[in-house]
């Protein structure tokens, strides 16, 4: 009878003293929230005073003028000014939580900092957790200013050749038929630090240009030459292609928006006008001739590779203008399509280019 009564008498202050620690940890934890409220006021008007900071460096550039220096810091003081009201009204409702609940809260996820870096998923009473899931941090920092971007390029439309002595409207090849196709990937680089209306693009690019002689014609080489000559069977169709890989370099202007926070600066050119403008120089990977027509009623298709006394370095001047990633492409090759020729032909192309 004793020894029950003793246990019972253990049991009794085991209970009161969980009691008396559970008060004390969730008066603990309020004291901590007032002090993180303090701590994120100071937070929130440093940045401040960084921002502001920077503002004035951009006038002192002459980036700015005084006019947009007074409009970009009254905008940061009234996004600082929000960042305290919210993230304050968040401190002071974690605290009445507490207070009402007497510190006894169930909650379904709970953040390890009050910067959320790190989040651990799960069930907790009274601060105890009874079950956790935590995902696998990442260590990648987020980069402050990122000044170079990447996009993978494609572009297509009508082809053709401007021929020395005569006018694009009597040119041998057909208009609509005459295609060309470009893929590739750039790199865009902002070329000031404090501004980004001036970008440096560079990059690679796979080129096929197509040509559809008009008429009954193809190409043949002759006496060092490479001429349209008629063909001796009705053709349904006379493609020549010409393949290369080039190395694009183009200057690009055009307006941004800047988004700045404590981490991170960035500035987008989404929905922005672009121009761009420079050349190309590279080499052909190969020129081909695909030509379809019956003959004793069979349909023969011949696949021609050869040179066709075409250039092997490529070179020539683009420029392409938009709104965002879909935008008006021209390309010239300074470079003739056949070397020797008694008449010089450039190719040229008109299109679209998507930036994706």
């Known amino acids: 009878m004793k020894t029950i009564t003793f246990y019972s008498a253990v049991l009794f202050l085991f209970l009161v003293s969980q009691v008396s620690f559970g008060q004390e940890d969730y008066q603990k934890k309020i004291e901590t929230l007032k002090i993180e409220k303090q701590r994120i006021v100071e937070q929130e008007k440093n940045a401040l005073k960084f921002e502001v900071r920077d503002i004035n460096k951009r006038l002192e550039n002459g980036d700015i003028t005084e006019k947009e220096a007074r409009i970009l810091k009254e905008e940061v003081a009234k996004q600082r000014a929000l960042n305290i009201e919210n993230r304050v009204a968040i401190i002071e409702n974690r605290i009445a939580l507490l207070e009402r609940n007497k510190g006894d809260v169930l909650t379904l996820t709970a953040s390890d900092t009050i910067y959320g870096d790190r989040v651990r998923l799960g069930l907790l009473i009274d601060g105890n957790p009874v079950f956790t899931l935590k995902p696998k941090r990442r260590n990648r920092e987020i980069k402050y200013d990122r000044r170079t971007y990447s996009d993978f390029v494609m572009a297509i439309g009508l082809n053709n050749a401007l021929i020395e002595g005569q006018s694009l409207s009597d040119s041998p090849y057909k208009i609509g038929g005459s295609r060309f196709f470009e893929m590739g990937w750039q790199w865009r680089t902002r070329v000031f630090k404090n501004s980004n209306w001036l970008r440096f693009n560079y990059g690679f690019s796979f080129q096929f240009n197509g040509l559809k002689p008009d008429g009954n014609r193809i190409f043949v080489q002759e006496d060092g030459q490479t001429v349209l000559q008629e063909f001796e069977y009705d053709l349904d169709k006379s493609k020549f292609r010409m393949d290369n890989l080039v190395f694009p370099v183009h200057f690009e202007v055009g307006p941004s928006r800047l988004k700045k926070t404590e981490r991170s ?62 935008l008006l492409y021209l390309k010239y090759d300074l470079n003739p399509i056949f070397k020797d020729a008694d008449v010089k032909q450039n190719n040229i192309s008109l299109g679209l280019r998507f930036d994706i």
């Open 265 to 326: 600066i960035r500035y987008s050119i989404r929905d922005q006008f672009r121009l761009g403008f420079g050349g190309y120089g590279g080499f052909s990977l190969g020129t081909r001739q695909k030509l379809k027509y019956n003959r004793d009623g069979d349909n023969v298709k011949d696949k021609l590779k050869r040179d066709y006394n075409s250039s092997d370095l490529i070179y020539g001047v683009s420029g392409y203008m938009g709104i965002d990633g879909v």
